[in-house]
């Protein structure tokens, strides 16, 4: 088997091992020492965790005690110690392929991250039945996250292998996108890049389509809002208490009365709300943990200071406590036109083994409909003169993004990862051209 038939064979491991190790947002231990060994073994430098993450623009950040029951839990999977130690308290990974002498001509993102969410053990599940379902409680990749890594992986491995690149690509793997808290944290590896581009599975386009230039990325808020109140006897005494479960009721109710905008989509949801411990005793505390979103970064702050209003008018009516903190934001964004018109038709040039095309179906726009903090970096690359895309990648899907049962065609895969290694190899020999 040469090189690229070894590659080509890693693909489906690599995202299956992954998928087996899901890890949420900040706490991708193993996840982080996994994909940095897969690089070292491939002759690269990769930096991790405290080397490349800063620590004081995480947001969302578990607790002291999560992340490092995550460190012992990675520990005890495996993890690289001389690795873990490098990491310290962070996750992440960021590598240069290519002559280090040379600039950095293009920088691509793939995230970690797994969800909160309890993954399906159905027979029909094939993750179950192929005995590569999350081993971790509560924790599972029900968005794809597993194959961008593994194409991460195999494009660096690819670049490697081939004929040396004229100039340097980044490869960021990206820790807590979920939630959109990672990529700022990040965003001092993009410095001076021209081109940034990310991919995401999936996404409602069915194997075998590519989609080069999504537009209408929402800019989005996570928030997390704490009701505090009094306890006191429901029966014997009620009128001594300060119900934060009723204020937090009262509030998720408001949020979701809030009018939307004329000129564009918005969004509110509410998707965790609890409080109190017994049915006979007035709830002191409260939690409400919601997002707006946008197709406008002044729709979205102007949605979330509204929310704001919401939220402290009703702890207000009932004589609550509320704190309220922002958990996770990204801007909205667009792919630069003439940047996807490009990478359209690199993908439209490429042909199987067999001289068909290597897609049936290429398109250089597609609306998001969602937020993603691929855009932190799209931004920023787009401030300094620079292009940036976010691209699809079809995956016909067995259920939906973020539901317990979903999987994806890993077919996709292959034809993924040759167009980014001709997108990594043509973009690299464009000596002095920073605009396509």
Known sequence: MNARDDIRAALPRWR???HAHAEEGWTEFWTTARVAAILHDRG???????????????MGLPSA???????????????????????????????DVGPRETPVALALRFDLDALPLTESHAPEHAPAAGGYASRHAGQCHACGHDAHTALGLGLASLLQTGPELRQRVRLLFQPAEEGVRGAAAMLEQMRGIPRFLAVHIGLGLPTGTLATGAAGLMASTKFDAVFGGRAAHAAKAPQQGRDALKGAATALLGLHELPRYGDGESRIHVGELRGGGARNVVADRAVLR???????????????????????????????DCRISVVGQAPAAASDAAFAARLATLARSLRTEQDRPLFAQVQ???????????AVFMRAVQAEGGMAAYAILGSSLKAGHHAPNFDLDEACLWPGLLWLEAVCRTLTSDEGDTTV
């Open 16 to 18: 299956q091992e992954l």
């Open 364 to 374: 250089e726009r597609i609306d998001m409909g969602a937020s993603d903090d691929a």
């Open 65 to 95: 005690q999560r992340l490092a029951a995550a460190r012992r839990r990675a520990r005890s999977e495996g993890a690289d110690e001389a690795l873990l130690h490098r990491m310290g308290d962070c996750t992440g990974v960021v590598v």
């Open 290 to 320: 919601g997002e707006t979103r946008a197709v406008t970064c002044e729709m979205s702050d102007d949605l979330f200071a509204r929310a704001r209003d919401v939220l402290e008018g009703a702890a207000a009516m009932y004589g609550l």
């Open 44 to 58: 690269l430098a990769p930096r991790v965790g405290a080397e490349v993450i800063n620590r004081t623009a995480r």
